[in-house]
């Protein structure tokens, strides 16, 4: 396996670059043009959850979607709402 020497020069780029892909996903939010609806794939990688564990979220009404011509479609806001809403914080005792 060949061995890459990685230089500072190498480092500069990468940060670079990963600024610039942070600068325009935040241009895209604060524009409004992350997508509004999501599919279930976007949303199992979103969420890092397998197809059973999505398909259990919406059974059990963890989860609201809409079904459109068998795509199933979950609205980004709600799912912020519903990770918000079941958020657990520990504190201190104090």
Do not use: W
Request: hydrophobic content about 35%; glycine content about 6%.
């Amino acid at each position: 396996m060949p061995t890459s020497i990685i230089t500072t020069d190498d480092l500069r780029e990468f940060k670079m670059e990963l600024l610039d892909d942070i600068k325009n996903l935040l241009a895209k939010q604060t524009s409004g043009r992350i997508k509004k609806y999501l599919k279930s794939s976007e949303v199992m990688d979103l969420l890092q959850v397998s197809p059973g564990t999505l398909q259990n979220l919406r059974i059990n009404g963890t989860l609201p979607y809409t079904k459109v011509g068998g795509i199933i479609y979950y609205d980004a806001e709600e799912i912020q709402n519903v990770m918000t809403a079941n958020r657990v914080q520990h504190g201190l005792n104090s």
